[in-house]
DNA sequence: TTGTCACATATAGATCATCGATATATATTG
DNA sequence: CAATATATATCGATGATCTATATGTGACAA
């Protein structure tokens, strides 16, 4: 699973949010680094809907505005979480390696 | 970046190795997880050697075989910490909502 | 009232990394 | 001589993201 996916399925966890929440929540999470663009978000949407991992919630008018909201299922808080594992021992996988490497020539 | 990049970065940062030889360290950095193809494997060295964040180190001839090893750079090892950094920081941020939200209905 | 901006959803085409399959070549084993 | 493991390499297809564009409302300024 891709950064953007992974960081909408992230959004959601906090709870439902519609689209656009979801873009701004996602700099949020990402401390600015990321922006979501609004083709990435609904074709990201399209997909984990398809799989399963996020449903529709529900619909709110707001100033005339439609806002869709979705919610993460159960499948996706499982695979959320099995993504996050897999980043955790990767990340660390990484900085014990760049450690020992990094004492080679100052020991 | 993605993961097969990621984990490139990764084998090398423990010392040069050849292709073959990082397609055998990314399993078992992975857990058996992540196996990559030679075609994944070759194209992505193309792409990191041509952005500077791995270099070729050296060649070897093995029972006849023909080895070429690489090495990471400087530029390879900032941008690995700072790609391992990130994905520390997402995965942490998955991790907190998920267990907030889990925390819902047990109380 | 006209233009511009922020909000909000949506689609199409292009790009890029990965995947799957295939090719080449050598040494080893049966 | 055929099959397998090592080792590098290329090609076409797939898939996710990116860029650009489109539609429509409300707010605010000129």
Redesign the pocket.
């Known amino acids: ?5 992974f960081l909408i399925l992230t959004a959601l966890a906090a709870g439902p949010q ?4 979801v873009i701004a929540d996602v700099e949020r999470i990402s401390d600015g680094q990321v922006r ?5 978000l ?6 984990l809907l398809s799989e399963g991992l996020i449903a529709e919630d529900r619909e709110e008018i ?7 909201y979705y919610r993460l299922t159960g499948d996706g808080a499982a695979r959320l979480a099995a993504e996050a594992e897999r980043m955790h021992r990767h990340a660390s996988a990484a900085v014990a390696r760049l450690r020992v490497a990094g004492q080679g020539g100052a020991a």
Not at 1 to 5: D, I, K, R, T
Not at 18 to 21: F, I, K, N, P, V
Not at 62 to 68: A, N, Q, T
């Open positions: 699973m891709q950064e953007p996916s519609h689209g656009y929440g979501l663009r609004a083709g990435t609904y074709a990201a949407i399209d997909r707001v100033d005339g505005r439609l806002r869709r």
